[in-house]
């Protein structure tokens, strides 16, 4: 029964159905609704990968050299050369400017000296001008007489007068009367020794002194016990005489001043002050059995030499004393025997040698081959024998002379 019923219902619900179908045909469209509202917007996405560069592109063509300011000018109508144009570019001189107003009034200056009177006197052979200035002082001065060579030079010398150069002289005659030469900055070239007897004096300044031979030294020799007095100042000595090497080492030192003793007891005086020796050797000796003396003082001198030996040597039979104060010496040694100052270990000798405040400055020299190629013969050559080493400044043989040395500045191989 219950079964029958669910038929008949289901019956029921599908005729239903059916009929609906049937009673609802199509009818009029119906008005468009009304817009709905716009919906809120999206959050942004995110960036997207950069890409990749692009192949670079060609280098384009030079452009056209542009045309000279010269070229322009040229086809603006100017006629004429470069250096023309140039020229034409420098505009006329301006007007000068108006005078600047005057200064203010300077200090007055210090009262000038000038000379008040001259008076001329005559002291024996020589003419003396005494001269007297504003300022209460007075100053004599010795008049000179010029010289211009060797023949006038030595009637000068002869008559006792002082002479000054006026031009370079060569000069080989000895000197037997007191001389007093002023080189005033000339060359006195020595060819031959020229020997300062009758114990004459010698004032010697203000130049150079040159020997290009073998020979060319003053050599002192008095014969008395009062001497010779000799004075160098402000002289420029130089050896330029090259002499050929026979043993291990090079010696370029000559003599340029040569103080002996020919006789017993002979004694002289000499001084050297601010001159400089290049190559050039002051010897003191005596002779057998005839020692004499001297006392010799070297003052701020500058002494360059390639050696093997010493600027300064004492040889034998003599006796005295050298001083040495505020010198420089430069040294190229080939031998460890080079020294500055030299004194001989003979019995015969005895010197005192007092160095105060110099400066010693000694180096190996470099050997050398003469280049025949450049004009030199063998004279060039420097030899070594070994490395020198423990170059002394005072090089003192024997006991019968002594040297005392204060405030020595030394540099390189120098001991």
Sequence with gaps: MKNFVKIISLFLVIAMVAMTFVACSDGADGQNG?????????VDGKDGKDGKDGVDGKDGKDGVNGKSAYEIAVENGFEGTVDQWLSSLNGEDGYDGAPGATGAKGDKGDQG????????????????????FTDGTTQSVTALTPVTSKDDLSSSIASGEKVILTEDITFNEDI??????????????????????SDANLDMK??????????????????????????????????????????????????????????????T????KNCTFDNAQIVFEGMSDKTGSFNATFENCTFNALTSSAPIYVQNYVEGTIKVIGCTFNLECTSSTASAIYVSSSSSTAVTVTAENNVFNA?????????????????YNV?????????????IGGTTSTATETNTTKTGIAA
């Design 34 to 42: 009304v817009d709905g509202v716009n919906g809120v917007n999206g």
């Design 113 to 132: 000296v000038g000379i008040k009177n001259v008076i001329l006197t005559k002291d024996e052979d020589e003419f003396i001008f005494t001269f007297t």
């Design 176 to 197: 037997n009367n007191d001389a007093t030469i002023n080189l005033s900055g000339n060359t006195f070239e020595a060819t031959g020794t020229i020997e300062l007897g």
């Design 206 to 267: 203000d130049g150079d002194y040159v020997v290009n031979s073998t020979y060319g030294h003053v050599d002192v020799r008095p014969t008395t016990s009062e001497g010779s007095v000799v004075n160098f100042e402000n002289v420029n000595f130089a050896f330029n005489k090259l002499s050929k090497t026979y043993g291990p080492s090079t010696n370029r030192l000559g003599s340029v001043v040569e103080v002996c003793a020919s006789v017993a007891d002979a004694h």
């Design 269 to 272: 005086e000499i001084v050297f």
């Design 363 to 379: 180096v190996a020299a470099t050997p050398y081959t003469f280049d025949e190629t450049k004009g030199e013969t063998e004279e």
């Design 383 to 395: 030899k070594v024998n070994v490395t020198p080493a423990n170059i002394k400044f005072i090089s």
